[in-house]
């Protein structure tokens, strides 16, 4: 039990929104969502009610755990948004919904998602490269998603297009315990 002062482990997860995706995939965010608030962790997340992002959402609620969407407004007004949420962030765009997510962060996660999902890893890699937070950031490789990109990233350190000191910015797993470990270290 964490002390009722403190602040809960935020975490912010990047995630599909697409709903016909494999069942291992929805699965695994399911089994996120509830060991995050077993862990008594809070999820930050992109705010949407499909795909990943609403699995993940509705298995933290079902399960007590405190959630924070961070939507677009032209994304909430098309019915996209999670409207259980402990709390709802509504943003111009996906720019602010971004850094709104980044600030309230503890750590970074990433499950299997699409352009978006991949486009948040690399910046959040990124920002940390620049030295722009310090927060861990983890890949869940579930079913080997990320395989392909993590391949593209040996190909940059050979090619010397990223330094092999960098190789420690994120942690890569397929294992949910050990992911939830690495973020609260």
């Not at 697409?18 to 997340?45: F, H, K, Q, W």
């Not at 990320?146 to 350190?157: A, P, R, S, T, V």
């Amino acid at each position: 039990m964490t002390d009722s002062s403190q602040k809960p482990f935020s975490v912010c997860v990047f995630c599909a929104s697409s709903d016909v995706i494999p069942t291992v995939y929805r699965d695994a965010a399911r089994m996120l969502g509830r060991n995050m608030a077993v862990r008594e962790m809070s999820l930050v997340y992109g705010g949407g009610n499909n795909g990943l992002m609403g699995v993940l959402a509705r298995e933290m609620h079902e399960c007590g755990g405190k959630i924070t969407g961070v939507i677009p407004l032209a994304l909430k007004d098309r019915g996209y948004a999670y409207e259980k949420a402990d709390a709802i962030i509504v943003t111009d765009g996906l720019r602010e919904r971004k850094a709104v997510m980044e600030e309230r962060a503890d750590g970074f996660l990433g499950l299997p998602g699409g352009f978006g999902t991949l486009e948040e890893m690399i910046e959040i890699i990124t920002l940390k490269q620049l030295n722009m937070h310090v927060k861990p950031i983890v890949f869940l490789n579930i079913n080997s998603f990320f395989d392909g990109l993590l391949n593209q990233f040996e190909i940059c350190y050979r090619e010397r297009f990223i330094s092999e000191e960098y190789r420690s910015l994120h942690l890569v797993t397929d294992s949910i315990d050990e992911a939830l470990d690495y973020l609260k270290k």
